[in-house]
């Protein structure tokens, strides 16, 4: 494990350890746990287990590596209390395990991938979360986590930025982003719905922008295209004017806040996660990029590419005062240390 994501794997695990206990000795499924975010809360999982806990966790992990790989970027996890299944959450889940905490993390997050697969995309998400609240409905479990996404604002009012949770949306279902910011709020409705129904403690975040280290280089997210780019002496392709603004968190704020949702948020819930400072347009993020990486690359105007959705939203940035005041979350990392953390992990991990 490179420093950089074992400093990270440490911070979280501290910051989380008071919360944590009550994951010691149970059955945690998650669905996408060989993506970003997916192969975080496994690491951390591993070191509690290792560090914290007395009595293991035990660790079902199921991902159909369309977008996620079978190497954990962060730890070679081998380890009798993690199975990982090569298995798609599209279809019914089948297991003889009393499952204690259930978190459906899988999905296509990067907008390039969801314009490539907009069946799978909506299929991951509402088939997922289907099959997922069924098999919640029988196992009973203590809290079960859906991953929506701060698309689900699609692009808001003014005066709705910062965006809070109670905000409806600004969402078109018929739009280049429909299959992912559609599928996403479907899936929030039938979370509730089996909380109504069933009393499935169902708990929902909504991610605002998560970077770090681990992001892919061929990810097609903002801050790894600019970023490996950046390292290659190219220069970084903005997309339109560029005034488009997003706040970025950086990952071990946000895996912090996903354990603190999942143990201790409320049932039938959402809650925003992510940092709400600095908004930032992203011809500017590609400015403070060029500038950390020092070698001369430059930000560069340009149309959108065709395999890239149209209808981006021009502002977006959360509201937190919720989990902030509810769950006791603050963003701790900044922009720019987040980046320049993130850009020391891609040169040593793409040897740039
Ligand atoms: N990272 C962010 O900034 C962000 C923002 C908003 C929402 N989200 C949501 O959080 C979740 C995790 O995001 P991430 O950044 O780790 O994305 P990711 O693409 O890195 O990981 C998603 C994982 O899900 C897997 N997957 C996709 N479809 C599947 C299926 N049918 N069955 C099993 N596995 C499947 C992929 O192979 C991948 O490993 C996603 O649901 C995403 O929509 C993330």
Same mark, same amino acid.
């Given at each position: 494990?490179?420093?950089? +994501?074992?400093?990270i794997?440490? +911070? ?14 149970k059955?945690?499924?998650i669905? /996408?746990?060989s993506g970003?975010?997916g192969?975080?809360?496994n ?9 914290v ?24 996890i ?47 998400a509402?088939? /997922? ?15 079960f ?8 604002? /699609?692009d808001?009012? &003014?005066?709705?930025v ?12 018929? /739009? &280049? ?11 929030e ?5 089996y ?6 403690p ?10 770090g280290?681990g ?8 801050v ?5 780019n950046?390292?290659?002496?190219k ?9 488009q ?10 895996? +912090? ?5 999942l ?16 908004e930032i ?36 940035? &959360?509201?937190l ?6 769950l006791?979350?603050? &963003? ?5 240390t987040?980046?320049?953390? +993130? ?10």
């Open positions: 494990m490179s420093k950089i +994501t074992s400093r794997l440490n +911070t979280i695990v501290n910051d989380i350890k008071q919360e944590a206990t009550a994951l010691e000795g059955i945690i499924l669905s /996408g746990g970003f975010i192969s975080y809360v690491a951390v999982l591993y070191l509690l287990n290792k560090k806990f007395k009595n293991k966790c035990k660790v079902i992990s199921i991902d159909n590596y369309i977008t996620g790989s079978k190497k954990n970027f962060l730890l070679n081998k380890d009798k209390n993690f199975q990982f299944l090569d298995g798609d959450i599209r279809l019914p889940v089948i297991t003889n395990e009393k499952v204690d905490y259930i978190i459906h993390a899988a999905g296509l997050a990067s907008p390039y991938y969801y314009k490539k697969y907009p069946l799978e995309t909506i299929e991951s509402i088939l /997922g979360a289907k099959n997922l609240l069924e098999l919640a409905r029988v196992t009973k479990p203590e809290s986590l859906f991953f929506s996404s701060s698309e689900i604002y /699609g808001p009012h &003014p005066e709705f910062p965006t809070p949770e109670t905000y409806a949306g600004h969402v078109s279902s018929v /739009g &280049p982003r429909a299959c992912y910011d559609e599928s996403k709020r479907l899936a409705t039938l979370c509730v719905t909380h109504q129904i069933y009393k499935v169902i708990k929902i975040v909504r991610p605002f922008n998560i970077y280290p992001m892919k280089h061929i990810d097609y997210r903002v790894p295209t600019f970023i490996y950046g390292l290659r002496g220069d970084l392709p903005v997309h339109d004017k560029g005034v603004t997003r706040t970025f968190c950086y990952i071990s704020d946000a895996i +912090t806040a996903i354990f603190k949702v143990i201790t948020g409320k049932k039938g819930e959402a809650y925003n996660i992510g940092n709400d400072k600095p347009g992203m011809f500017e993020l590609a400015q403070t990029i060029a500038e950390i990486l020092g070698n001369g690359v430059k930000p560069r105007r340009k149309n959108y590419p065709p395999n890239y959705p149209a209808g981006e939203p021009q502002r977006r940035c &959360p509201d005062t919720k989990i902030k005041n509810q006791n979350y603050a &963003p701790k990392v900044d922009l720019i987040g980046l320049k953390q +993130t850009i020391n992990w891609f040169r040593q991990t793409y040897g740039l």
